[in-house]
Each structure stands twice: as C-alpha cells, then as structure tokens.
C-alpha cells in the first residue's frame, strides 16, 4: 500500500488534480430492478449483445482505499472529492469491503499473502506537500 500512496501523490502532481479517487478495473455485469413493475434491466451492456469478459475493458468502480485532496478544496468544500478529480487505478486485491466479520478475515488472509504485516504497515505516511490535506486509518 505504501507505493500506492506515492503513486497517488505523483499522479496528482503530474496532472495538476484537486483530488484523487483510487478505484479497481471490475468484469461485473450490473442489474438493477425497477421497484414499480419488477422489471429487470442491464446498467452497463446490451443483453443482445453481451461481450465475452476477455474482450471487454470492464468498469472502474471506485475501492474507498484511499482519497487524496487539497487542502484548500478540502477546506473549502468540505467533500474529499471535487475540482479536477485524478483517479488511481489499483489491483483487484485492494477491492474489499470491512463491513462485517467475513470481510475481517478475508484481508487478514490477504493481508499476509500480500505482505501488509503490522510491522511492514507500521510506517506508511510519506511525507506530503503541505497543499495536500492526508486522512489515514491505522486498521492493523
């Protein structure tokens, strides 16, 4: 996690961003269902014309792994996101939720496989720029 830190950094300095978003490349075919007549749609493809997983780009969703902003926007919108919006795209790992007590044990399996130990985790803050405003949850 610690260079995808310093690759957001980058990337919003390179590109001039207000904030950056990290988000995960997915091959999901979404559905929704309109409350009023059950009727089911797709949201991202042609049912007549669904393309093979391997053919397809897929869709960004974002992951909450992390969000980056400037303090000024930060200060002033009081929304980590917003202006010129840079995104981060990360590996298909980081896409995990810490909603319930499956979610836990999923990344404490990951997080050894992946090597995110509370010793190599310990020190991850790098030292940012003063116009970049940094939350950090310490999880481990």
Same mark, same amino acid.
């Given at each position: 996690?610690?260079?995808?830190?310093? @690759?957001?950094?980058?990337?919003?300095?390179? &590109?001039?961003?207000?904030?950056? #978003?990290?988000?995960? *490349?997915?091959?999901?075919?979404?559905?929704? #269902?309109?409350?009023? /007549?059950?009727?089911?749609?797709?949201? /991202?493809?042609?049912?007549?014309?669904? %393309?093979? *997983?391997?053919?397809?780009?897929?869709?960004?969703?974002?992951?909450?792994? $992390?969000?980056?902003?400037? @303090?000024?926007?930060?200060?002033?919108?009081? !929304? *980590?996101?917003?202006?010129?919006?840079?995104?981060?795209?990360?590996?298909?790992? &980081? $896409? #995990?939720?810490?909603?319930?007590?499956?979610?836990?044990?999923? #990344?404490? /399996?990951?997080?050894? @496989?992946?090597? $995110?130990? @509370?010793?190599?985790?310990?020190?991850?803050? !790098?030292?940012? %720029?003063?116009?970049?405003?940094?939350?950090? !949850? /310490?999880?481990?």
């Amino acid at each position: 996690m610690p260079t995808h830190f310093q @690759k957001a950094l980058e990337l919003m300095t390179t &590109t001039g961003a207000d904030s950056l #978003v990290t988000a995960v *490349r997915t091959h999901r075919f979404l559905w929704k #269902v309109d409350p009023l /007549n059950g009727e089911a749609s797709a949201i /991202n493809y042609e049912p007549s014309r669904r %393309p093979r *997983r391997q053919d397809w780009d897929g869709e960004l969703v974002e992951n909450g792994a $992390f969000y980056m902003s400037a @303090k000024a926007l930060l200060e002033r919108s009081k !929304c *980590r996101l917003g202006g010129r919006v840079a995104l981060l795209e990360m590996e298909e790992y &980081t $896409f #995990v939720e810490l909603d319930s007590l499956v979610d836990w044990q999923i #990344v404490s /399996n990951m997080a050894s @496989k992946y090597g $995110f130990t @509370k010793e190599t985790s310990a020190n991850i803050l !790098c030292d940012l %720029p003063e116009q970049f405003a940094h939350h950090m !949850c /310490n999880v481990m």
